[in-house]
């Protein structure tokens, strides 16, 4: 079997055991990291608003989406203006135009959320719909990306995935293009 | 030598439109710039790259376990595991996973793998539809070309072209070429192919020996989009794509994505760990020369690899000769040293195709020594007696010239005579190094002779 014959080559052939390196920790500028995680996703094409409830957050979206559109949500308390995930055939997702759901936490860095499959709750959720509004604790916002998997650790999962913005392309001529085959727009709302 | 062109007669065609050469050469400049000013906001860039060097250098002598431990945990996350010793086999196991489940289209994301195996050919010449979901992918799919540049694949076209693509395979108005349109018309097209396919084939970036699990990095969702409506997945991977343990992605993840395109991080960064409820997810683990690399000691340093591309968009050869030139599916500096592996004769030019300035192994964010092993490579590729002709009669004669002091005078004689009253004699078809350039006016007399007349009792 090639399993073996691939393995046994390997085993043959790999130098000389190599010791991982010691972990070090990172450099991280000493800043706000609300303001930070604010400039970086702007950067990238995604826009943060702060409400101080969800009774804010709900206003602010029926100001910026569209009213008539499909809305789906995986967060109870906006069960008054979206309609409940259930589990399902994702195909029949193909029509969604807004969908809110919650993250983890966020990574000032790279302006990157963290969402595991029981937020989105379906894997599709997040890539297949128009508009993706996700919530995020303004208290959860790590520097960089060593904390940010310092607290993953080695919590258990199907899928997971970090988002940093919505999708793009600038495969024609290093033009950016915003809104590729995810979503078209990305808005994180801060929570208290 | 082969029969196909060589990578000097390849980058002589790119170079008849010198314009486009000058765009080519701007547009991964451009690129490289982003590069820089992502790698100089990160005050300890050179440790990152440091420590991710190092990891590697881990994986590459510890690969027989991690592997053992990634089967392990994969197969108890529920996810089936293939082994493939070369590319026929990798093809193979995916055909027979199709037909097992009685599929014949397929949506794929992006993947040098099996861009590596010819996959693509191989699936339609099996009765299997294969269609690429990265824009770029696409759109040299359809313009029936490969991708010249592993993470900008159609970075060689101008929209213009791509208009005329779209126009005759996608129905959008002749002469449309605006990026915003082609983009939307791509979306289109592509959200209809992700909800009508049943397996999606996507690449891998990283896997995680200690949890099983594998990530994908797409900017687009593609990846995303095919897997999750997708009732299979199948994820191809080059071993050496493992790392040990989830935590070093936080090492790797920060690297990648600063080094390609000067973002921090791409989009989605994707950890697939189990199949959804319903789902099948299978793995097909490659070696295809992978195990013969990491023999050779000063080679095998380029299965640290990350494919990020750094190394191409700031090759000053790569840049004025396009991906193509390369003839093999990873181009430039780090193609250049992965490709003679795999077939000596036939690669016997790419390690050449460098002016060995060291630019790629300076932006390399594994710190591989890229232009180290292009000049390795290219003493092994002349002992084995893989150069050209011409080449080697003209090492021969260097070496003649260089050890004896009287045939290096008149040699220099000859020389300055020669560029001033035969200059045709040097500026001719015959010597490569004569193209797209002038040859200097020659000096009066050589070196010695200046130093003879001007030292005046100074010592020597």
Sequence with gaps: MSREKILNAIRQNQPEYQPLPEEVNFYF??????????????????????????????AYLESIMPPAGRWITAVPEFQDHATLIEPGDPHLLENVDVAIIKAHFGVAENGAVWVTEELMGARAL?????????????????????????????????????????????????????????????????TD | MSLTKDHAALAQ?????????????ETLWFVRAKRDRASHGIPDWELLRETASRIKHNVLSNMHNYLVQFEENALANGIK?????????????????????????????????????????????NGVEVIDSDLGERIVQLAKEPPSHIVLPCIHKKKEEIGDIFHEHLGTAAGESDPQILTETARQ????????????????????????????????????????????HIASM???????????????????????????ITTYSSHFKKPRPGQQMHIIIVD????????????????????CG?????????????????????AGPIGSILAPNLDMEKYADLPFASTLCGSCTNVCPVKIDIHDQLYKWRQVIVKNGYSTKTKTAMMKGMTLALSSPAIFNLSGKAGRLALKFIPFAVNNGLNPWYKQRDMPTPPEGSFTDWYKKNRKGGKP
């Design chain 2, 81 to 125: 595991v293939h082994w493939a010793a070369d590319a026929a086999e990798h093809n193979a196991i995916v055909l027979s996973i199709l037909k097992e489940k009685g599929i014949e289209r397929m949506v794929k994301s992006k993947s040098m793998l099996t861009e590596e195996c010819h996959l693509n050919d191989f699936l339609q010449d």
């Design chain 1, 126 to 190: 997040p890539f297949i719909t128009q508009h993706l509004v996700i919530l995020l604790n303004k208290n959860n916002i790590v520097p960089l990306m060593q904390q940010a998997y310092r607290l993953i650790g080695n919590v258990e999962y199907g899928y997971a995935a970090f988002i940093a913005g919505p999708s793009k392309t600038a495969d024609i001529e290093q033009s950016l293009v915003i809104g590729a085959h995810g979503p078209r727009s990305l808005t994180i709302i801060l």
């Design chain 2, 310 to 330: 750094a190394c191409m968009n700031t090759c000053p050869v790569y840049r004025r000769s396009g991906g193509h030139s390369y003839h093999t599916a990873v």
């Design chain 1, 29 to 58: 500028e000493d800043v706000d990291l609300i303001e930070k995680f604010k400039q970086v996703l702007e950067f990238i094409g995604g826009r943060l608003h702060a409400v101080s409830n969800y009774t804010e957050a709900k």
């Design chain 2, 238 to 264: 080059g071993f050496e794509k493992l790392i040990p343990q989830r935590k070093h992605l936080s090492v790797f993840l920060r690297l990648l994505t600063r080094s390609a395109t000067g973002q921090p």
């Design chain 2, 13 to 25: 065609v790119f170079n008849n439109d010198e314009e486009r050469v000058d765009w080519h050469d």
């Design chain 2, 288 to 307: 295809n020369g992978r195990s013969i690399q990491l023999s050779r000691e000063d080679f095998r340093n380029s299965l640290k690899c990350i494919r």
């Design chain 2, 189 to 232: 097209h592509l959200r209809e192919i992700f909800l009508t396919r049943r397996a999606a084939l996507t690449g891998v970036n990283f896997a995680i020996a200690e949890t099983g699990e594998f990530v994908v990095c797409t900017n687009e969702g593609n990846a995303d989009m095919g897997a999750h409506l997708a009732d299979v």
